[in-house]
Each structure stands twice: as C-alpha cells, then as structure tokens.
C-alpha cells in the first residue's frame, strides 16, 4: 500500500523531457523542508492505494510517460521500488524525481532518475547523500535548483569534484522569484559549462501556485 497525494495528467515542465504529455503520481511524505518548497501540501495528506490501483488509474490516461514524484517518493522506498518494477514491466516509460538525500541504489534500471543535489540556500545541502552519484546512469538527469551567486558557486565546485558533466546529464534552474533567470544563464556561459539551463514550464503555463499541473 503506498501513501498518495494525487494522481494527474499534465505536461512535464521540467528535465529534459518538457513538454511531454506525461501521468504524474505524487507520492505523499517528504523528509527534508526546502526553503523554497511548492509541494508542502504533500507532506501529510493521501490516500492509502495498492499498486494495482495506482496502474488502474494511470492506465486512464493513455500515456506511455509516467513520472513518480513527491514529496520525496523514496520515503516510502520499498513499495515505491515496486511500483516503478510493476510499470517498467507493463512498458511505461518511467521517471522519478527524488530529492537526493536517500538512496537511489536500488531503483530498476530501466527507471530514468532526476535526481537534485540540494543548495545551500534550501537549507537543505547537509542531507545529500553523495554516494547516490556512483548511481547515476548516464541518461540519468542531475538536477542543482540555484538561488544565489554562493549556491551557484558551490554547484561549480560539485561539479568539479565529481566530474559531472560527464556522469549524466546537469540540470540548471533558478529558485522561482530568487533569481533572475538572465542572471544565472550568464553565469553558465562565462565558465562554459556543460549544462542545460531550464525553466519550470508549468510556472508559466498555469498560475505559479496552481496543484495538479
Ligand atoms: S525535497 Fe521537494 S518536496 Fe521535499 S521539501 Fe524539498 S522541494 Fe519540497
């Protein structure tokens, strides 16, 4: 039985599949708080679904594209494992989004990760789990959301020290009404980083406070 917040039809806005027609299944549960957190009313409330009836419900949409998010979906690991294993099985193509500070090992490799490292300005920077790295695939997305020039430094040097740019792909966004997005691209140019820049679609599509897209 796993924990669900909702379950939705939308577009991807964010990695580099945005834009895809995909199902999204929000698992409820977070352990770490963000300072810039959009998803806080995942954090307590769902409802209790088997796996049979979470694939039910995203068979509805006739979408081969499926993300598992949160919340951090890896809270509630085992089931969530066998989730994505009962979806890899029936070919869907699936995602997830996990925050980074718990163990990405286990997930079936036919799973795409996007994964963040968490900034300093999150607060959040003290839980990522480094190892996770070892994990990453190389069509494996890694994902650095920058609020300021030091979280923009730092990024710099974890991507130095691990060599990111060519473990998998490197994902940059602004932190949403942080940081102006012209500021953080000239910054990815000047040091001619291998990244790709990204803003959250969906922020601009719907009201940036709108659930369920
Ligand atoms: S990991 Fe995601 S859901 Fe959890 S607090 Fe951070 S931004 Fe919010």
Known sequence: MLKVNEIYFSVQGESTYAGLPCVFVRLTFCNL???YCDTEYAFYDGKDLTIPEIVEE???????????????????MEECLGLMKQLC????????????????????QRVKIIMDLK???????????????????????????IGSREDYDWTFDVLKRYDLENKC???????????EPVQLVNWILEDKLNVRFQLQMHKFIWHHETKGV
């Open 33 to 35: 708080r963000c300072t």
């Open 58 to 76: 995203i068979r509805k949409y006739d979408c081969k594209l499926v993300e598992i998010t949160g919340g951090e979906p890896l809270v509630q």
């Open 89 to 108: 099985d029936e070919d869907f193509e699936v995602l997830i989004e996990t925050g980074g500070s718990l163990s990405i090992k286990d997930i079936d």
């Open 119 to 145: 900034c300093p300005s999150s607060g959040m920077e003290k839980k990522n789990l480094y190892e996770n790295i070892n994990f990453l695939k190389p069509l494996d997305e890694l994902k650095f959301v």
């Open 169 to 179: 792909k490197i994902l940059f966004s602004v932190v949403f009404g942080k940081l």
